[in-house]
């Protein structure tokens, strides 16, 4: 049997951890299926699958097949698009991945422009204040705020958001404006989507880290109901500077410590196709990335 056949075989029984699971993604009786992972370990002379009644599992030898298996594949496909000319017409589905409050902000504009440039295209727009595995959840391209963990991902820089302490002018007019981390103790503070009562706000100080430990007044579930209590004069709040751009455009909220902070984070379109990448995936990322280094409180 040709072997990038038994190659996508076996990566779609590994990942659906089912033989019937890999024949229904595949279009294939669970028979056909059964005789290409026995021709695949044949030929390799290895275990690649441990089978119960209930699950298949991949082996260690398996599991390390298996990221090899998945880049000959991809790379097969890369070589394929490009031989058909698919980068010719952006066409198809994609999944993008954001935080809530900047999906909502300054990624939406971006699809929606993108939707209306390419009528043949289609978007599911996976807006969580989390970590998505993009593999595993079927997502092609996401944004991420912060230094990127996986090398696997391909990366391209947008920008920079900071993480800045605001207060509504009139809290600071009643209450005065903190000169130092450590008045903190003394204001009341609101933070967002914490569990504990008791945390640390790190700093810079003249080079150096520092931290002060918070006691809040208020702890809301999101960071909208954050921004929400800090306009209306509560208190003190830490958010990403994108949160609350509009409202310090606006005057509605005030920077506060700003010599005190925390080095920028860096904004990242990441994906994990190659050099090869289909049509829709270039004409969205370059769309993304011109609208989103065009955005003056993101760089």
């Known amino acids: 049997m040709d072997r990038l056949y038994l190659m996508t075989v076996y990566v779609a029984v590994a990942e659906e951890e089912s033989f019937a699971g890999a024949a229904r993604r595949l279009g294939m009786s669970p028979p056909a299926v059964t005789r290409a992972i026995a021709a695949l370990e044949d030929r ?120 800045v302490l605001c207060a509504a002018p009139s809290y600071l007019q009643r209450r005065g404006i903190p000169q130092v981390p450590q008045d903190l103790k003394q204001h009341d503070v609101i933070v967002a989507s914490s569990l504990s009562q008791n945390i640390e706000w790190r700093f810079v100080d003249q080079g150096e880290p520092s931290s002060v430990r918070i006691k809040p007044r208020l702890t809301v579930s999101s960071n909208d109901g954050a921004i929400e209590a800090a306009t209306l004069g509560l208190g003190v709040t830490r958010l990403m500077s994108y949160q609350v751009a509009p409202m310090l455009a606006a005057g509605t909220l005030k920077v506060v410590l700003s010599e005190f902070e925390s080095p920028r984070v860096p904004n990242n379109i990441i994906h994990r196709e190659g050099r090869h990448a289909s049509a829709k995936m270039r004409a969205f990322i370059d769309l993304m990335a011109e609208h989103l280094r065009a955005e003056p409180s993101l760089n």
């Open 44 to 163: 390799l002379g290895v275990k690649l699958l441990n089978r119960t009644t209930r699950h298949v599992r991949a082996t260690e030898a398996g599991e390390r097949y298996l990221d090899d298996a998945r880049r000959v594949i991809a790379a097969a496909d890369e070589a394929d698009e490009a031989a058909v000319g698919i980068n010719a017409q952006p066409r198809g589905h994609m999944t993008v991945t954001a935080p809530v409050l900047f999906g909502r902000m300054y990624v939406m504009p971006g699809i929606v422009d993108y939707l209306q440039q390419h009528p043949d295209t289609s978007v599911s727009a996976l807006f969580l204040d989390r970590v998505v595995n993009m593999l595993e959840e079927g997502v092609d391209v996401g944004i991420r705020i912060g230094e990127l963990s996986d090398s696997s991902y391909r990366a391209l820089r947008v920008g920079h958001v900071r993480r």
